[in-house]
């Protein structure tokens, strides 16, 4: 736990490596996909943001485990981040994904559930515009996330107040209220059309405000639990 870097030297007659460094962090040439993946950073890293160099694909499992970093920035190059990738990395607090740089390949992004397990003091994430296939369980044990936004003109996007929604043919479909918020009256915003399945599973909410743009509240969207709700003033539940 007290490795702060990897160094990899090149050698006389070797032109291709299989591993590389850069800033003393490891990176993995990957023979079979072409790409290159993040390896390993070093647990005894102090570096209080780091910022992922452009061109790695993939963030393996483990590959920031226990990391000391508050702030990550991932390019728009990182097209996977596997299970446990961030685990356990107790000093994160801030996730922002790069958007496309002009000219550049647009990769869609997979986040693989509990990829961001225990990171928890992590509190805002900001996800990219070619993020696609939302589970709530990336965020498992974040237990003190409050607000996750999107940038615009992809297939999700998100409240002023950090709720995630789903742009769908039948609307903007709410999908996940980040489980930590604990407003005493939260007001869902009036862009949202339908209140989507588990969407305040697990929320620490007592009271929500319903807009009358809401055509639709489907099946376990307040996950069993009892909450006050009113809408436009007067009590519904």
Known sequence: TLLENINVY??????????ESEDGVLFYNNQQTLAKDLWFYPMGRTDSMYV??????????????????????????VAYIQIDAFYDTKSLNTVTFAENRPGTVVRALDIRPGAFERAVNLNSVVLPSRYDNFNRMIFYK?????????????????????????????????????????????????????IGTHAFSGCKITGITIPNSISEIQKSAFGGYTTKLTENGSDIV
């Open 10 to 19: 090149g050698a006389d007659g070797i032109n291709e490596f299989i591993y």
């Open 52 to 77: 992922l160099p452009d061109g790695v694909v993939n963030i393996p499992t483990g590959g920031f485990y226990q990391s000391k970093f508050q702030e990550v920035v991932i390019p728009s190059s």
């Open 142 to 194: 974040n237990s003190k996330l409050t607000s996750v936004s999107v940038n615009p003109g992809g297939k999700y996007g998100s409240t002023k107040d950090g709720m995630l929604y789903e742009n769908t043919k039948s609307g903007r479909v709410l999908v996940y209220c980040p489980e930590s918020r604990n407003d005493a009256n939260l007001r869902i915003s009036n862009e949202v059309t339908i």
